[in-house]
């Protein structure tokens, strides 16, 4: 019994209210992705969770007990840093071992424990490092490793990849998941910039803004329905044409969104002046400037042919309008 | 290209004036201290013969050895009570967030801007009127307060360099706050507390102002006082006085010597990020 309830809760610094009235419920073994602007609290409200940070008002419960004053070493959780915070006087093997020594486990124990982690995680040749003789991918996994050895029933990530270069982040990305498989019990909550990450990994995504739960759902729900202008605009890559005037009153609504992949170039009522490209291989970019909607984004497969201020016509399926109200609410009857 | 041969030329040269302007005097008073007495004053600076009857004649004088084991425990205790006190002071100032614990980091380091000279008058006043003087343990006291500032203050720079989140780290593993602090903390900064202990020694082995003015007797002088006894007007001898300040130089040079590496190091390498 893993889930977490978080009820009503606050968390200021002096007179900067950073998280406000945060409600969440996240189930037994789910994996749940935190999203949202930098400075929106995503990281303060993992610590928090944690116990790192007291909460100043509100309720969080783990397993059905309140925790608000358990100390973190107590709430059966492990926690995986930005920064990795290998202890850098240990080796690999005493990094790991560290909390079930910490628990005066036997030795034949954090042995066995250890090893198990390290095979997992394909980092027995590293045991008897240290970590400054590691690369960046390899202080990760030693990172996760330490954090599986303690058999956690919540398992907390911030932002564990944004120091991997690209393709490091990819192959790590899909340890995490592979993780996941092999953790079902284990509840997971994930702090991240990245949308790919979110995207692929979550079971749900908790967009916060400001301090304040935006939207939770699934990733496709997300994506499909976004509750708010803000979701709108923040999830998805590149994101999703917003307009509002004239052009949006046309089409029932003070506010619309379209997405890139969702405009049909070359047919349609309206006509487009073509500004821009940007070939990604699978995929190009084509940023169109209309006279009353303004500057659009269009995703098209392959390569994009049409010459710089060609005015070219488009238009979109009237089912993949998403609507908005005047306060940036998603209207849900067209 | 020969510019910069020439600026390197230089430098060097400047370095190597440096050096021996500094090294002179600790090479002559090396040299001196195994040469005969009618070699010190008239012979050159090469020794062309030895001897070691200034290092037997200063060991032989009975207040000389008092005076090396007063040294050497007022230096230990110093050493040692500014480690347990330091370390600490340090980390409460570092770690953690209180009323006026910024004031009082500042005070701390507002002591370092008066010249000990000028708080000489009042320790001595407080001493006496504590009936502590020709005590070891007054030595102990005024050394302390002379080196903990400093030391607070160098420790302090280290723990704040040392990243909160592996404490974290460690209390998330289920360590306490000060669980973390001996388990992870202390053993990075070790070689800025060894630096620590060995400095606070060092102050207390060569202070001379304070123990001029605090002690008179023979039983409770320190080696600095006990040297200055060795310039005797009627028996005077360079080679005694040299050997002394041999003896005075060399648990220095020693404690450098033992703890070089540590106090070369540089642990946290590797822990945080790539
Ligand atoms: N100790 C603190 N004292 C005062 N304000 C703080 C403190 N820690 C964080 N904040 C503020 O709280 C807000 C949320 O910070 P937090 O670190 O949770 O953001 P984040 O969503 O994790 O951002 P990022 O994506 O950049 O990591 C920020 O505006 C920050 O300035
Ligand atoms: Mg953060």
């Not at chain 1, 996240?26 to 749940?32: A, T």
């Not at chain 2, 020794?47 to 200063?58: D, Q, S, Y």
């Amino acid at each position: 019994m893993s889930d977490i309830k978080v009820s009503n809760l606050r968390k200021s610094y002096g007179a900067v209210e950073v998280l406000r009235d945060i409600n969440l419920d996240i189930g037994s073994g789910e994996f749940v992705i935190f999203v949202g602007p930098s400075g929106c609290g995503k990281s303060t409200l993992l610590r928090c969770i944690s116990g790192l940070e007291s909460i100043t008002s509100g309720r969080l419960e783990i397993g059905g007990k309140v925790v608000n004053q358990v100390p973190p070493s107590k709430r059966g959780i492990a926690m995986v840093f930005q920064s990795y915070a290998l202890y850098p006087h240990m080796n690999v093997r005493d990094n790991m071992g560290y909390s079930l020594r910490l628990r005066r486990a036997s030795r034949a124990e954090t042995e066995a424990r250890v090893n198990e982690a390290a095979a997992k995680l394909q980092l027995q040749p590293y045991l008897d490092r240290f970590p400054r003789e590691l690369s960046g991918g390899q202080r990760q996994r030693v990172a996760i490793g330490r954090a599986i050895v303690r058999d956690p029933a919540v398992f907390l990530f911030d932002e564990p990849l944004s120091n991997l270069d690209a393709a490091l982040r990819v192959a790590t990305r899909l340890e995490i998941a592979a993780l996941k498989e092999t953790l079902p019990q284990t509840t997971m909550i994930y702090v991240t910039h990245d949308q790919v990450e979110a995207m692929t990994l979550a079971d749900r995504i908790v967009v916060l803004n400001a301090g304040r739960v935006e939207q939770v759902g699934t990733p496709e729900e997300l994506y499909e329905a976004p509750g708010s202008l803000f979701v709108a605009g923040f999830i998805g890559s590149p994101s999703m044409n917003i307009i509002s005037g004239a052009f949006a009153e046309g089409l029932g609504a003070p506010t619309i969104g379209i997405r890139p992949e969702d405009v049909i170039l070359g047919e349609g009522p309206y006509q487009g002046r073509v500004t821009h490209k940007e070939y990604l291989g699978a995929d190009s970019f084509v940023y169109l400037d209309e006279p009353v909607a303004g500057r659009l984004t269009a995703r098209v497969p392959g390569k994009a042919d049409y010459p710089d201020g060609t005015t070219m016509a488009f238009g979109f399926q009237p089912a993949k309008i998403h609507r908005f109200d005047a306060t940036g609410k998603r209207l849900t009857t067209a | 290209m020969t510019d910069n041969r020439l600026r390197d030329g230089l430098l060097d040269a400047v370095t190597l004036v440096a050096l021996i302007l500094v090294l002179l005097p600790i090479i002559w008073v090396f040299i001196a201290s195994i040469r005969p007495d009618a070699d010190i004053m008239t012979g050159g600076l090469i020794p062309t013969r030895f001897t070691v009857e200034h290092f037997l004649a200063i060991f032989a004088r009975s207040d000389f050895l008092v005076a090396l084991r007063n040294s050497l425990i007022v230096g230990v205790v110093v050493s040692i009570c500014t480690v347990l006190i330091a370390v600490p002071a340090s980390y409460s100032l570092s770690r953690f967030t209180y009323l006026g614990r910024d004031f009082m980091g500042f005070l701390i380091l507002a002591t370092q801007m008066l010249p000990a000279v000028a708080v000489l008058v009042p320790i001595v006043v407080l001493i006496r009127s504590l009936g502590l003087t020709n005590t070891l343990t007054a030595l102990t006291f005024t050394h302390l307060a002379l080196g903990l500032p400093i030391a607070v203050w160098m420790l302090k720079g280290y723990i704040d360099a040392v990243p909160r989140e592996l404490e974290e780290a460690s209390i998330i593993d289920g360590s306490t706050q000060l669980g973390a602090m001996f388990r992870i903390t202390l053993p990075l900064i070790r070689p800025a507390v060894i630096a620590v202990g060995t400095f606070a020694f060092v102050l207390s082995w060569g202070e001379f102002l304070l123990a001029l003015a605090l002690i008179s007797k023979t039983e409770v002088k320190t080696l600095p006082l006990a040297l200055q006894t060795l310039f005797d007007p009627y028996s005077f001898s360079w080679g005694e006085v040299m050997a002394g300040g041999v003896v005075i130089a060399v648990p220095t040079v020693v404690l450098f010597l033992l703890f070089r590496n540590q106090l070369v190091g540089g642990l946290t390498a590797g822990g945080i990020k790539g």
